[in-house]
């Protein structure tokens, strides 16, 4: 089975500052896909970025970008030019490729705080 | 609907009651998925379904869940014989179907067991 390790219960941030929080997973699998989602006070998740395992380049949407290292199965986000508006819970997630399951499988989560 | 919308945004019922949720799909998506997620932990995963069937249900925790999608659009979660352990937040969300397509989520429904 698949489990995903955000050891960071918390974090802060100074606007306009940059944070980098941790993903790490487990998984026998050689093809998959990787997730960011973030859930403000609204309760709905929002895709923030995905990476798929194949692709050695780092997935980037704007001011969010990810460190893919395959090999440590480590799956990092950074936000770059932190808003206020970023202050929100972020879920990593993992989904297998093979299987015919989409089902995701989300770590813990990382409270991340954006001060003014 | 522009979004996945989900009924009631919260539940409050009595220990050993019966209660369904219902969440209505972005139009057009055939995939469609719940997940619980209880305080201070990432959302775990119930069910699956493709179009009417459930494709995946292996995450449901006992008999008392069970989840219907009967025209492939709208779904509903039916849990029987509340306990307190099932307060939690009811995630529902759906995709397109196509391999390891976007999962777009609803509000959820918050679950209170007394």
């Known amino acids: 089975a698949q489990t995903v390790t955000q050891s960071q219960p918390e974090m802060s941030v100074q606007e306009a500052e940059t944070v980098t929080l941790s993903c790490t997973y487990d998984?026998?699998?050689?093809?998959?896909?990787l997730f960011w989602y973030k859930q403000p006070p609204s309760r709905q998740m929002i895709l923030v970025i995905r990476?798929?395992?194949?692709?050695?380049q780092n997935a980037t949407e704007n001011r969010f970008s990810v460190n893919f290292q395959k090999a440590a199965k480590s799956f990092s986000l950074k936000i770059s030019d932190s808003q206020l508006g970023d202050t929100a819970m972020y879920f990593c997630?993992?989904?297998?490729?093979?299987?015919?399951?989409?089902?995701?499988?989300f770590g813990k989560g990382t409270k991340l705080t954006v001060n003014p | 609907g522009a979004g996945v919308s989900q009924t009631p945004s919260n539940k409050v019922t009595e220990k050993g009651k019966y209660v369904e949720l219902r969440c209505d799909p972005i139009?057009?998506?055939?995939?469609l998925y719940w997940y619980r997620q209880s305080l201070g932990q990432g959302p775990e995963f119930l069910i699956y379904?493709?179009?009417?069937?459930?494709?995946?249900d292996s995450g449901l925790p006992n008999d008392r869940f069970f989840a219907v999608r009967p025209e492939g659009s709208v779904s509903t979660l039916k849990i029987q014989r509340t306990e307190r352990g099932d307060s939690a937040v009811y995630l529902c969300?759906?995709?397109?179907?196509?391999?390891?397509?976007?999962?777009?989520f609803g509000p959820g429904t918050r679950l209170t067991v007394l």
């Open positions: 990476q798929e395992a194949y692709k050695q």
């Open positions: 379904f493709q179009g009417t069937g459930a494709a995946d």
């Open positions: 998984t026998s699998e050689n093809n998959y896909y």
């Open positions: 997630a993992f989904m297998k490729t093979q299987g015919g399951s989409e089902k995701l499988v």
């Open positions: 969300a759906s995709s397109k179907g196509l391999a390891a397509d976007t999962q777009y």
């Open positions: 139009s057009g998506h055939t995939a």
